[in-house]
């Protein structure tokens, strides 16, 4: 996604405000050919462009391009989001990363957007991490997993503030969307 053939599509994602969203998917068959069930291919196969397309907007200089692009990372959860994050910026100054281009921004700087899953552990330590107006429900349709209960359950969370419910279950969702 990082290549310059792409740089006319996000230009004018840019130019038209629009958002652009990477959501989880089967991308290329060397992802997917690993995997030889479903377990194993909904666990990493499915949610590794996730991270691929992440580490291009914000490793691959599509942000330092296009600095007002909106982008978001959608059905892979958020728990990855620290530990990508704080890898990215451990290389951002170090003596292997120095030797290829780097972009104009460690990661723990850029402002990009995620879905979180109703049910991870580690929400409220993400939102602590990203901040809670870059996080959104991942509730766009019915699942095969049976996640059609998922703002019931961020609804019933002890560990979220009313006020971060209604961030995730909406508000977050009509910024990003401009709705």
Request: charged content about 30%.
């Given at each position: 996604m990082s290549h310059e053939d792409f740089d006319p599509v996000w230009a004018e994602a840019e130019r038209l405000k629009?958002?652009?969203?990477?959501?989880?998917?089967?991308?290329?068959?060397g992802i997917k050919?690993?995997?030889?069930d479903s377990y194993g291919a909904h666990v990493l196969g499915f949610?590794?462009?996730?991270?691929?397309?992440?580490?291009?907007?914000?490793?691959?200089?599509?942000?330092d391009r296009f600095p007002r692009l909106k982008v978001a990372f959608l059905e892979a959860g958020v728990d990855w989001v620290p530990?990508?994050?704080?890898?990215?910026?451990?290389?951002?100054?170090?003596?292997?990363?120095?030797?290829?281009?780097?972009?104009?921004?460690?990661?723990?700087?850029?402002e990009v957007y995620f879905t979180c899953e109703?049910?991870?552990?580690?929400?409220?330590?993400?939102?602590?991490?990203?901040?809670?107006?870059?996080?959104?429900?991942?509730a766009d349709m019915p699942h095969g997993e049976a996640r059609e209960g998922s703002v019931e359950?961020?609804?019933?969370?002890?560990?979220?503030?009313?006020?971060?419910?209604?961030?995730l279950l909406g508000d977050n969702a009509a910024e990003f969307y401009a709705i």
């Open positions: 629009l958002p652009v969203c990477v959501h989880t998917g089967w991308c290329h068959p050919r690993p995997f030889t949610t590794l462009p996730v991270m691929i397309g992440f580490y291009a907007f914000l490793g691959g200089g599509i942000l530990y990508l994050i704080e890898r990215m910026d451990h290389y951002f100054h170090s003596e292997t990363a120095n030797r290829r281009p780097l972009p104009k921004r460690r990661a723990s700087d850029c109703a049910e991870e552990k580690l929400v409220p330590q993400v939102i602590e991490f990203v901040g809670e107006d870059r996080i959104k429900i991942s359950e961020i609804r019933e969370r002890a560990d979220l503030s009313d006020a971060v419910k209604q961030r």
